[in-house]
């Protein structure tokens, strides 16, 4: 009985060492190689910005599916109860081990992670693992500043581009987003599009009325500029963001925010002229304030003033006859 158990003892501690050795070769070195690969790089070239970023969309939860391991499980018991063979055992034992550390390391946070480098000298990209072992998927892409014609934003993704063909996209965390602009205009590298189309479920809901809020201030800050005009022609301002919806907007698919300017006549309070300029859209389009950055957001809003203001003249409204 003891000489039993000794032996099946044995069976389980040699596969479960040996699943674990395999497992973790296969699926879970890659935040050790990603660590070794970029302290490689920042030996090599100067190193401008890197940075790790965690793939899975907000507001969606991945179930783990365990009942393949519980259906093998059950087959690994019958194994064991139908022979008394060691080696039979043991391979039984050790394939069912290895799904078991395969499972885990498939569902660990790092699958999702995305890692990238910007260097004097171009693009590394980390691409996140989503389980795949090491042999599978390209683990390290680079891209030379001199293959490419021009970048743009759209989502959370920054794309570079080929001509009119996409040479490869990196996932960004909003935070970044000022940063990496700065980096690509200081590199040379030809923004594409006049709007960022930045994806807003990246933040949380007050990040998102702070950003619409900023943007208002600077819009009164603009409007100032415009008060002895204003006064001259008797209005009044009024300013304000519009939302759609009240609560958590960033999930929802027809969530939207704009700008609102009105123009009214000082003495009768009549309304002069109303403007409005949308500051984001939740389809995954920002594109219009939200994105802007420093002189493009002010020359937008200034723009915007004073194409409003000038609808509320007499001369722009034209004469019915």
């Known amino acids: 009985m003891l000489e039993t158990i000794l032996n099946a ?185 006049a709007f960022d189309r930045v994806w807003v479920a990246q933040v949380d809901e007050q990040a998102l009325f702070r950003l619409e809020d900023e943007i208002c201030s600077l819009g009164w800050e603009l409007i100032d500029l415009y008060q002895e005009e204003m006064q001259a022609m008797g209005l009044r301002p009024e300013l304000s963001v519009m939302r759609n919806m009240p609560g958590d907007r960033l999930l929802d698919e027809h969530a939207r925010s704009w700008l609102q300017l009105h123009l009214f006549h000082a003495e009768t309070l009549e309304r002069q002229s109303v403007g409005s300029y949308p500051l984001w859209q939740s389809s995954g389009s920002v594109g219009y304030l939200i994105g802007l950055l420093d002189q493009e957001l002010l020359d937008r809003l200034n723009e915007w003033i004073r194409h409003v203001l000038h609808d509320s003249t007499p001369s722009s409204k034209g004469v019915v006859s």
Do not use: C
């Open 9 to 193: 003892a044995g069976v389980l501690l040699i596969a479960g060492l040996l699943a674990a050795m395999v497992g973790t070769i296969a699926y879970g070195l890659e935040p050790m190689w990603r660590r070794r690969m970029k302290e490689r790089i920042g030996r090599r070239e100067k190193v401008l910005h890197t940075a790790e970023v965690h793939t899975e969309l907000i507001g969606y939860t991945l179930v783990k599916n365990h009942w393949e391991l519980v259906g093998w499980g059950a087959a690994l018991a019958f194994v064991w109860w139908l022979t008394d063979s060691s080696g039979t055992r043991g391979i039984a034992t050790f394939a069912y081990l290895l799904m078991v550390v395969r499972h885990l390391y498939r569902h660990s946070a790092f699958q999702a992670d995305q890692g990238f480098v910007i260097t004097l000298r171009g693009l590394h990209l980390f691409p996140e693992r989503q389980g795949r072992p090491i042999w599978k998927g390209g683990r390290h892409q680079f891209l030379d500043w001199q293959e490419i014609d021009g970048y743009r934003v759209d989502g959370s993704l920054l794309q570079f581009f080929r001509g009119e063909h996409m040479a490869v996209q990196v996932e960004f965390d909003l935070p970044d987003h000022r940063r990496l602009r700065e980096l690509l205009h200081d590199l040379k590298i030809p923004r594409l599009e």
